[in-house]
Nanobody
Framework: QVQLVESGGGLVQAGDSLRLPCAAS????????MGWFRQAPGKEREFGAAINWSGGSTSYADSVKGRFTISRDNAKNTVYLQMNSLKPEDTAVYYC????????????????WGQGTQVTVSS
């Protein structure tokens, strides 16, 4: 069983950058494909980005493509979400998730979830 802990959230201004790490423990990290999702108040959880076990394949939601970058360091058991050019509409709780086998943009395919980290972008 994998435990996931996100960090790095905070309050930033529009145009700023943040990097969110998600540290994994309790399993063989390189066995898992990883994803980042987010949920804004009053809205459903939505897909942000995904990366396969090796880091060789990634996928992004149109809303973040070109601004966000997902990466992973299997030696450190950590997946990252680099967020640039942040917008107020990026304000949400950000969650990382893990699955064996490609989960892509489908939240239901991810078995393990972190507790989330709040990102607030002011205009």
């Amino acid at each position: 069983q994998v435990q996931l802990v996100e960090s790095g959230g905070g309050l930033v201004q529009a145009g700023d950058s943040l990097r969110l790490p998600c540290a994994a423990s309790g399993g063989t990290f390189s066995n898992y494909d990883m994803g980042w999702f987010r949920q804004a108040p009053g809205k459903e959880r939505e897909f942000g980005a995904a990366i396969n076990w090796s880091g060789g394949s990634t996928s992004y939601a149109d809303s973040v493509k070109g601004r966000f970058t997902i990466s992973r360091d299997n030696a450190k058991n950590t997946v990252y979400l680099q967020m640039n050019s942040l917008k107020p509409e990026d304000t949400a709780v950000y969650y990382c998730a893990a699955t064996i086998g490609w989960g892509g943009s489908t939240a239901a395919l991810y078995r393990y979830w972190g507790q989330g980290t709040q990102v607030t972008v002011s205009s």
